[in-house]
């Protein structure tokens, strides 16, 4: 068994309304250093492993898990112990 981490992030130059509320929302507070704030999605699968298990990761991302055309993604693949 194989847990796989998936990390989605906006592409650069997509506006991130959510990012922009926190950001400002944290400077209201007194955070001022905070110049920016982009949010994302985290997803933890459990898998079982079997031939061209990375693939079939990268097509579950690209099919269902993220939007290819405004997001970008990266995974981690980790024995499960």
Not at 26 to 54: C, F, H, W
Request: proline letters at 5%.
């Amino acid at each position: 068994m194989k847990k796989v981490t998936v990390y989605i992030t906006l592409k650069p130059g997509v506006l991130d309304p959510q990012g922009k509320a926190i950001q400002e929302s944290l400077q209201s507070l007194g955070y001022q250093e905070v110049d920016d704030a982009r949010v994302g999605k985290y997803i933890e699968l459990q898998v079982e492993e079997g031939p061209n298990i990375e693939e079939r990761i990268t097509e579950m991302c690209d099919r269902l898990l993220a939007n290819p055309v405004i997001e970008n993604y990266q995974f981690d693949l980790e024995e499960v112990k």
